[in-house]
């Protein structure tokens, strides 16, 4: 098993920027692909960005894409997603989430192991 702990949440104004992190425990963290998905009050959780182990494929939601940029450091066992011109409709709780690196990268379903989630909050 891998735990999993996200950190770099906050408050920001629209246009600006915060790094999550996502400090990984347990299993070697890199021979897991590593997701981050988001869920906004009332809607279910959805996909952002992932990355293959070796940081060699990476997958972006159209809604962030250009924006957001998605990196791991398989040494520190650390994970990152950057967002850039964050938007009011970016507020939501952040997770990362790991998985064998097969199958759906962009299903929530294909991930076993998830952190806690840390809550971003864009102001207009």
């Known amino acids: 098993q891998v735990q999993l702990v996200e950190s770099g949440g906050g408050l920001v104004q629209a246009g600006g920027s915060l790094r999550l992190s996502c400090a990984a425990s347990?299993?070697?963290?890199?021979?897991?692909?590593m997701g981050w998905f988001r869920q906004a009050p009332g809607k279910e959780r959805e996909f952002v960005a992932a990355?293959?182990?070796?940081?060699?494929?990476?997958f972006y939601a159209d809604s962030v894409k250009g924006r957001f940029t998605i990196s791991r450091d398989n040494a520190k066992n650390t994970g990152y997603l950057q967002m850039n011109s964050l938007k009011p409709e970016d507020t939501a709780v952040y997770y990362c989430?790991?998985?064998?690196?097969?199958?759906?990268?962009?299903?929530?379903?294909?991930?076993?192991?998830w952190g806690q989630g840390t809550q971003v909050t864009v102001s207009s």
């Open positions: 989430a790991a998985k064998y690196s097969v199958g759906d990268y962009r299903s929530r379903y294909e991930y076993p192991y």
């Open positions: 347990g299993r070697t963290f890199s021979t897991y692909a």
């Open positions: 990355i293959t182990w070796s940081g060699g494929i990476i």
